[in-house]
């Protein structure tokens, strides 16, 4: 099991840009693959972005592509999403989640059900 810590987020106006990070400790991240999900008030927790664990895979939801980059630096045991073109419709509260992936070493995971570990997320609000 790895513990998840967010930070990052923030309130900012529409066309900013922001970093969030995730801060993994209890094991070394190498084996694991990492995802970034969103939830917005009313709304189901939805896919955002996804890593494989070695790094080399990367998907999108088709919402953020373009605008987002996630990426990993295994020596500082840290996930992150850059965020840029910010709008409105991207408020909510984001969530970085980990799987073991030792064997799936390419592969993504882009549905909730295939984490196994959550951080308690970090709000970004846009404003208009």
């Known amino acids: 099991q790895v513990q998840l810590v967010e930070s990052g987020g923030g309130l900012v106006q529409a066309g900013d840009s922001l970093r969030l990070s995730c801060a993994a400790s209890?094991?070394?991240?190498?084996?694991?693959?990492f995802g970034w999900f969103r939830q917005a008030p009313g709304k189901e927790r939805e896919f955002v972005a996804a890593i494989s664990s070695i790094g080399i895979s990367t998907n999108y939801a088709d919402s953020v592509k373009g605008r987002f980059t996630i990426s990993r630096d295994n020596a500082k045991n840290t996930l992150y999403l850059q965020m840029n073109s910010l709008k409105p419709e991207d408020t909510a509260v984001y969530y970085c989640?980990?799987?073991?992936?030792?064997?799936?070493?390419?592969?993504?995971?882009?549905?909730?059900?295939?984490?196994?570990?959550w951080g308690q997320g970090t709000q970004v609000t846009v404003s208009s």
């Open positions: 989640a980990a799987r073991p992936s030792k064997i799936l070493l390419r592969q993504t995971f882009s549905l909730r059900n295939e984490y196994t570990d």
């Open positions: 209890g094991r070394t991240i190498s084996g694991y693959a």
